[in-house]
Structure formats: C-alpha cells, structure tokens
C-alpha cells in the first residue's frame, strides 16, 4: 500500500440551492428514516467490466465510499460496501446473417481468452484505495453469484409471470423483455433478444432462443436454485436490484442503501425504478434508499462518456486522455489524483449541497497535482 500527502480540498463554491438541501442538513438525512431496526448498512453499486474507469466512474465509487464512511459515522451503525462487478457486459461482438451477437466478457474468461484479473483490475486498485480511506470494508461481487440470489431470481420470475404490466416499463419504446440465455455450445447471445420466448411456471422460468449456428435451445432458471444462466438488460436488472435489496432487511438485518450516478436517478426513478417497487407489492417504507453520484459533465454539458469518446475521438470534447481512462490519470499524475479526489468527496458527502448537484470534467481537472508525487511503500 502507498500513502500519499493529503491536497488542500477545492476552493469554495457558489453552491445553489436546490430542493433537497433544504431538507437536510447531512446527507445521513437521506438515510436515518430508513436505519430503524437496522443492525449495520449494506451500500451498493455496480459497474460494468467493458474497460478502465474514466474519471466520472472514479468519483462515483469515491462517493460510495465517503458517503458509506460518513453515513456509519453520523448513524453509528458499521457499513458494508457490495460492488457488483458485471461481468455480463459485452466483450466480443459478432454480426451473422445481418443480426448482432456478444459475447460477454465472464465468457472470455472462462475460456481463457480473457485473463482473469484483467477486467476488474483497474477497478479493484480504485476499490483498494476508497476502503483504505475511508475505512469502509467492501466485497466483489461477480454476475454469476448476483443472479443466482434467490430475490433477484423471485423478481425475475414476477417479470417473466406478468409481462403485460412490466413491459411497459423495462421496454416502453418496443415492448421487448430482454432476459437473454447464451448458446449451451458456444455462448452467442442474441443482444436484441429478437426470437425469445419467455415462459414462467411456478418453479422455474423458461428462455427459448436459437443459435445461428447450433440451432433452437432452451434455458431454464430455477426460482429456488442456483441452475441456468441468463443476461438481464439493465432495466430488468434495475428492477431485480430495487427487489434485492428491500430483502436484505431481513436476510441481513441491514438498512440498504444504493448508490450510482445521477444519471440512474430523475426519469429512470420516476419512471421505471419507483412504479416498479409498486408493481413487485414492496410497501414504501421497505423501499432501499437511493443516493445519486454527481455527474460528471463534458465541455458540451452532457454526461461524460468514454463510449462516445472512444467512437469519436478527439471530436469529442477534447478532453485529456487523463480524464477517461484510470490507468492513464495515475500515469500522468501518481496515485496523488486519488487523494485529491478523495479530499473533494469528502466534502460532496457531508454537504447536500455539493452533492446535489453536477461537476464538469474541467473542474474535477483543476483539482490534479500537476505531476506525479513520489509515493512511499508501506507495509
């Protein structure tokens, strides 16, 4: 482990008021109703293994943890950070007869093709760095493990049992439930989900598909075991995560809490999220909390996207390398970046008023060491 100097924290900011900072006065606010009967607080968050974190990823996990760190410690109840490392992403991309295929990066892996540290390893050094700063303990949770949960499988079998009520929130433009199995023989997945078929019993819930070059096939997960395997877009997902986690009250004797970017709170809460927790018979008052990450804007005022500036290069924004790849930030500024973007979310935890709202890449860029500091082995 290395330890670094502690940076100044940023320069005061004009902080405009917004509706939720007048409610509170720490952002344990947003959790203390939520805390009664609780034994401990069980924070979660999830990304997707498709690359090294860019800096709004970056500071989305710092956030987890500070504000994990700084709820434990104004609700002196101890914190737990899950991240779900999703591995169902897409590694490999093929089109055959005109139609898209993936496969995804867990299956890479599984067949050697992809080095088994390689996708999380940038992600495990950040995760590394935020529980040694904040002293907040986290664990890794692969896709395989999250959806064999039984909730998260009870949540499936809901969807697949009543699809004319979810559907038109998980697939309102199109009406296309994306639960997707994988080829037994080769592991193509249809990503559009095109020629699925679903069917639900009251044990199980049957995927049919067709492989392009193996032919029809049928996937069934078990409610109640840990059989077959399927790929959940993210809405489904989000759905199954909401359901999870109102269960951990009493499969953990924890007051849950999900943490992500602002870009999973406003439409995607009012919309898809909250109607669903309705819709799953979930009283309200055992809804998991849901806390949102600043967002991270480019030079445009949109959400900064490594996607995009992968497709478009330096069209995009023309923004320094530094700032969309991890790797590329300590090369250009030593692991001192991480410690001066810790000292800034620190502050976006304690004080609704910096949380609450959206940071552009250029402000985030001012707060680097200008170059790298020699760190010193500890340890």
């Not at 939520?34 to 710092?62: C, E, S, W």
């Not at 529980?131 to 493990?145: H, Q």
């Not at 009870?154 to 309102?172: G, K, Q, W």
């Not at 909250?274 to 309200?284: D, N, S, T, V, Y």
Request: hydrophobic share 40%.
């Amino acid at each position: 482990m290395t330890m670094t100097t502690t940076p100044e924290p940023s320069p005061d900011l004009i902080l405009a008021p917004v509706g939720i900072a007048h409610l509170t006065r720490s952002n344990a606010d947003l959790i203390r109703p939520a805390v009664h009967g609780a034994a401990r607080l069980r924070v979660t968050t999830a990304a997707q293994l498709n690359g090294t974190p860019h800096i709004g990823t970056v500071t989305t996990v710092l956030t987890v943890f500070a504000l994990a760190a700084h709820a434990a410690e104004t609700l002196d109840l101890p914190a737990h950070v899950v991240f779900d490392a999703l591995d169902n992403a897409p590694a490999e991309r093929l089109t055959i007869n005109g139609h898209p295929y993936t496969r995804t990066v867990a299956d890479l892996v599984d067949t050697g093709r992809l080095d088994h540290d390689e996708p999380v390893a940038g992600f495990r050094r950040l995760l590394e760095f935020a529980a040694t700063a904040s002293g907040v303990p986290y664990e890794i949770r692969p896709y395989r493990d999250y959806q064999a949960l039984a909730p998260v499988r009870e949540c499936l079998h809901h969807i697949a049992s009543r699809p004319e009520d979810f559907t038109p929130l998980v697939a309102p433009a199109d009406g296309r439930l994306r639960i997707r199995p994988r080829c037994p023989r080769c592991r193509l997945m249809d990503k559009t989900a095109r020629g699925l078929r679903v069917e639900a019993d009251t044990d199980a819930v049957h995927l049919h598909s067709a492989c392009p070059r193996h032919g029809p096939y049928r996937e069934t997960i078990e409610i109640a075991g840990t059989g077959g395997w399927y790929d959940a877009n993210t809405p489904v997902r989000s759905l199954q995560k909401g359901y999870l986690l109102a269960a951990e009250r009493d499969t953990h004797q924890a007051c849950s809490v999900s943490i992500d970017g602002a870009d999973w709170g406003g439409a995607w809460y009012a919309h898809v999220l909250a109607p669903a927790l309705a819709l799953l018979g979930i009283p309200a008052a055992r809804w998991p909390v849901s806390v949102f990450a600043p967002m991270i804007l480019d030079r445009t005022g949109g959400k900064l996207s490594k996607t995009l500036y992968v497709r478009y290069g330096a069209r995009y924004a023309d923004l320094p390398p530094a700032l969309l790849d991890l790797a590329a930030l300590l090369d250009d500024h030593g692991e001192d970046a991480l410690a001066a973007l810790w000292a800034e979310v620190r502050q976006w935890a304690a004080d609704p008023s910096r949380l609450h709202r959206s940071y552009t890449a250029d402000y985030l860029a001012a707060l680097l060491p200008s170059a790298p500091r020699t760190t010193t082995a500890v340890g």
